[in-house]
């Protein structure tokens, strides 16, 4: 199937999801071509030990909403590989507040590379932290 079709399976519960995803509790809000809206709600597993979800939760949601971005563009047998990610912490976040949701939108793909941007936003609307990351699009035939 075509990586759109797969995420919008994943988020149907039709395909089993990442287990890094499970423990998260990571949910599909929206799924379109180049776009894609995630939400979670950081629980104390998720602490950084001073009551505010830790920095490495943000990552992997803000990573997780990017990587699915691009993998709606992924032609059937394609998939992406993070190369680099940066991210933009704004603000903590205490837990308890409600979930946050992220939005990962591609900014360029194509047969080699791709970029997307994510942004995480609080209950409140409040952005919390904005990330960017390149890949390398690869061919399932050359993955191993």
Do not use: K
């Amino acid at each position: 199937v075509s990586g759109l079709e797969a995420v919008r399976r994943m988020a149907d519960s039709e395909l089993p999801i990442a287990p890094m995803a499970e423990l998260m509790d990571i949910r599909a809000l929206a799924v379109d071509p180049g776009r894609v809206v995630i939400t979670a709600r950081p629980d104390e597993l998720f602490s950084n030990g001073m009551g505010a979800a830790h920095g490495g939760y943000t990552a992997t949601l803000l990573d997780s909403a990017a990587w699915l971005a691009l993998h709606t563009r992924c032609h059937r047998g394609q998939f992406c590989s993070t190369l680099q990610l940066n991210i933009h912490y704004m603000r903590s976040f205490p837990l308890g507040t409600g979930d946050v949701t992220c939005e990962g939108t591609v900014l360029h793909f194509s047969s080699s590379t791709a970029t997307a941007e994510a942004t995480m936003i609080d209950a409140d609307g409040r952005r919390l932290a904005h990330a960017t990351t390149h890949c390398i699009v690869r061919s399932a035939a050359r993955r191993a």
